[in-house]
């Protein structure tokens, strides 16, 4: 068993069972699955996500290899890819409270419990109105460049998300949000994976989605090459860019190519009488 609690959970529930005491906890759910729970609450006027994993069975572990998917087995995936981030100074959330009991991976017991942050926005709906009412240059290319540099480190921190779109970056808005002053945090980990090295197949997948999301948002050719130089830590310079955009021609075909089955399959799924709700 693996626990591990600190203020307010610590006292809260000090000489408690910390697992039966997170399944007590009330608030605003946003996810009710059979083998999870997501949901928001209070606790001394501070908001906390809680995200509660009860194993999802052999029967949906062996579906989800099948189906070549990687199944998410317990909080201990965003727990790690929390302390590693944290780690390598990318901004995310603060974990609170984090628990795990069982060796049997279709019946493990886990939790973990976050600060919520707030106020922000994401960058989804930051960005909503770009195309047709852009932004500052200023504060665009600032925002590029430090989703660019979050990616980048993350990826070099040996984590992939799974989950890479502008939706999970998250803008506080404490304060004003101006070019020289503001704040992105990484939110969602569950998925995420943690090694010693990101795999390329991994981190091409990641960066996929992250270019997906940003297609309807107004980027020039100028922000995506702004977004590469960050990204890849590179000098500034036309002789920098040139580099790799040679060295990463592979990378950028397959991006274009991805982007372009990603839009094919999301046009499928919301056309009129395709079912979805």
Request: glycine share 8%; hydrophobic share 40%; proline share 5%.
């Amino acid at each position: 068993m693996k626990l591990l609690l600190s203020e307010p959970f610590q006292t809260l529930w000090a000489g408690k069972d910390a697992f039966a005491e997170v399944e007590q906890l009330q608030g605003q759910v946003y996810r009710e699955l059979e083998g999870r729970r997501t949901l928001r609450t209070e606790v001394d006027g501070r908001g906390y996500f809680v995200k509660i994993h009860r194993g999802i069975g052999w029967r949906e572990i062996a579906k989800n290899l099948l189906t070549a998917k990687l199944p998410v087995l317990g909080a201990g995936q965003e727990w790690r890819a929390i302390r590693r981030l944290h780690e390598a100074g990318v901004p995310t959330m603060t974990a609170r409270a984090y628990g795990e009991r069982g060796g049997n991976p279709a019946t493990q017991h886990s939790f973990i419990v976050t600060e919520e942050l707030a106020p922000t926005v994401s960058l989804e709906d930051f960005s909503l109105d770009w195309a047709h009412n852009p932004p500052a240059p200023a504060l665009k290319r600032a925002l590029i460049a430090e989703v660019a540099n979050m990616t980048g480190t993350m990826h070099r921190a040996g984590i992939n998300h799974r989950d890479c779109y502008i939706c999970h970056f998250l803008l506080h808005t404490d304060k004003p949000v101006t070019a020289d002053d503001f704040r992105l945090s990484l939110i969602d980990l569950h998925r995420a994976q943690t090694r010693s090295v990101t795999p390329r197949r991994w981190r091409d997948k990641d960066l996929a989605g992250l270019y997906f999301s940003a297609l309807n948002i107004g980027l020039s050719r100028r922000d995506k090459l702004r977004f590469l130089r960050g990204y890849f830590h590179a000098a500034k310079g036309p002789q920098a860019l040139r580099q790799i955009l040679r060295e990463e021609a592979p990378l950028l075909t397959w991006l274009e190519r991805k982007a372009d089955k990603l839009l094919a399959r999301y046009a499928r799924k919301y056309a009129p009488g395709a079912g979805h709700e």
